[in-house]
């Protein structure tokens, strides 16, 4: 039996039917893209992005599995946390969460005025507390990778954008629940999901801390200077799990901000360029501080968010001109998380030892 390893892999919803049993037994979770799958009736975690697919990645899904599991290491079964759905393997959990924000309007209504009053951020600040607890009570305390998915990522509520309230209360729980908001913190993404859409979001924890990595041609999110909001977003740039085999590197949604200001603004082929030069400098850089390690860009994955679907072939022909063009890719409708943003690019990868 070969050594356990994560993997990560897009999946047709079809062949998920013919998988057997002892393949769903190492399955972490399942995460759908406009809606959650249905797999029915294997017992997994399952997510979704609320994101439509954009060329022809309407049948996919994305599995999380744990491969090479022995007996003595087997999966748990698929257990609850309030909200939060989540199974353990080893050293890793997954686990999702939706949560409506109209179930925090009332509050909301009730307490306008004062600071942290939002639905969206009651609900953010419910959604992580939730995940701390989790995390705490299951035995792998570290935050590896998130993914959030809101609505009306660049709407207005109470005259300031969501994203930015998002953040508030994203800084304001990991505070309150001793978590670090600089240097060693998860890597992660935020897009716009599909209008009327809940909160919802997936994540994957460790029993050992990663290594953050940052961006040397980034100021690092969580020093973004105040003009991008009052309080700034927590994730690093990407994480790595040294201990895991197989997809051990998770880099976050990255776009094209060179510093801490976005360059391209509008031009989608411009900025989808730009994102896969900020890729290509966080995977240089896993390489400089694991150097018995190699990551590269025909081990990656790639989910690519498309705010303009009009853009999608010029978004595809940058990619397909560029280093990542082997990659397995799907690529969805989405709002990113500054207006005048067009693309966002995320990875997950292996490395090749030295």
Sequence with gaps: MSAPGLEHAYVPLGQLATRSASWWDQVLGVVGFERPPVIEPRSVPLAASMTPPLGGAETLCEVWRMSGLSPAASMLATARHGRVQYRCAGPLLFGSLVIDEADFAAL???????????????????????IFELLAASGNPFLIRVWNHLADINGLADGEERYRQFNSA?????????????????????????????LS?????????PLAIENPRQISAYRYPPQ?????????????????????????????????????GGDAAAQTRESIANIAAVLSE??????DRRYSFDALTLKVYVRRPSDLTAVAAQIE????????????????CREDLMVEIEACGTAVRD
């Design 321 to 336: 001109a560029s280093e990542a063009r082997l990659a397995p890719i799907v690529y969805l409708q989405a709002d990113i």
């Design 201 to 209: 979001m997936f994540f994957l924890a460790a029993r050992e801390p």
């Design 228 to 264: 991008y909001g009052e309080h700034s977003p927590v994730f690093s740039r990407a994480s790595v799990l040294p201990g895991i085999s197989g997809t051990n590197l998770f880099v976050s949604g990255t776009s094209s901000i060179v510093g801490h200001e976005t360059r391209h």
């Design 286 to 291: 896993a390489n400089r501080l694991l150097a």
């Design 170 to 198: 994203r800084r304001a729980v990991f505070e309150n629940c001793g978590q670090a908001t600089a240097g060693s913190v998860p890597a992660a993404s935020a897009v716009g999901s599909k209008a009327g859409s809940p």
């Design 108 to 130: 909301d209504r009730a307490a306008r005025g004062n600071v942290g009053s939002t639905a969206l951020m009651r609900a953010t600040d419910a959604a992580y507390r939730e």
